[in-house]
């Protein structure tokens, strides 16, 4: 029996994605606010809020990978640049990322 397979440029994105409280945002800007704490803790509130935040943190914790915190772009699921690489930093030495 063959199967069908779907090019990788044709994907859907995972649902999640289209679920994500900054995904409505008519300012997208607002989930990068530099170093301004304000502005951070305005992203910051986005994110508590959002239904899907624990699969956007998974998934940016896997495709920045071992990216350092200043690589590291903007609020997401909550966290800093650095912040996610420290969460990158502590999956990787407990052995909970390949």
Request: net charge positive; charged share 25%.
């Amino acid at each position: 029996m063959r199967t069908r397979q779907t090019p990788a440029n044709t994907r859907k994105p995972p649902s999640w994605d289209r679920d994500a409280a900054c995904a409505r945002l008519t300012d997208p800007e607002i989930m990068f606010p530099g170093n301004e704490p304000q502005a951070i803790a305005a992203a910051r509130e986005v994110c508590a809020g959002c239904p899907v935040q624990r699969a956007c943190l998974r998934n940016v914790i896997t495709s920045e990978g071992a990216r350092r915190g200043g690589a590291r772009h903007g609020i997401v699921a909550g966290l800093t640049g650095h912040e996610r690489w420290l969460v990158y930093r502590t999956l990787k030495r407990r052995g909970q990322l390949r």
